[in-house]
């Protein structure tokens, strides 16, 4: 009988209630996720580098990536920054959508501005990034690159090197 009622209370004590529910760890962790603007970046790489090469394929390919990847992490966002994503998602659609460079270069151009809203306010997520900018570009006149070889994604191969250095401010 002693062990019996040990039990119960042992049980009762450590907190196992009907009122107090287990903790599910999955929703913990997406609650403590936070946006990895590294891979963003590096997916916003690939589809500058392919408008640069004039490989349409490739540019919606990556739009197409890059899309997945910001609709995904959106739910880690919050404020702002989770509208800067929803933004990113649809613009990297437009991308992954367009029928010709024209099109992919107009909605890059929006896309390149979500992605300097995205990295604006964060010190860490600009490390390493060179913005620039094209007079010539219709819309949007802005990019930004990983490397510090500049290759105007708005020109292609025609002009690589339209440009020059720019603030990382949108």
């Keep these: 009988m002693k062990k019996v009622l040990f ?13 107090n529910p287990p903790v599910d760890k999955r929703s913990a962790a997406i609650v403590t996720q936070k946006v990895d603007a590294s891979a963003l970046l590096k997916g916003y790489e690939v589809v500058r580098v392919a408008l640069a090469a004039d ?3 490739a540019t919606q390919a990556g739009g197409a990536a890059l899309a997945k990847m910001a609709s995904t992490q959106t739910n880690a966002a919050k404020g702002e920054e989770q509208k800067t994503l929803q933004r990113l998602t649809q613009t990297a659609q437009k991308v992954a959508t367009s029928k010709d460079f024209d099109a992919a270069r107009l909605a ?15 010190t860490g997520r600009k490390q390493g990034v060179t913005a620039y900018q094209c007079p010539m570009a219709k819309g949007y006149k802005k990019w930004i690159q990983l490397d510090q070889e500049m290759a105007n994604p708005y020109m292609g191969k025609s002009m690589l090197k339209c440009g020059g250095k720019d603030t990382l401010a949108p």
């Design 7 to 19: 039990v119960l209370l042992a049980f009762g004590i450590s907190g196992c209630k009907k009122d």
């Design 55 to 57: 490989d349409l394929k």
């Design 108 to 122: 890059f151009g929006e896309m390149s501005k979500q992605t300097l809203l995205l990295i604006a306010t964060d």
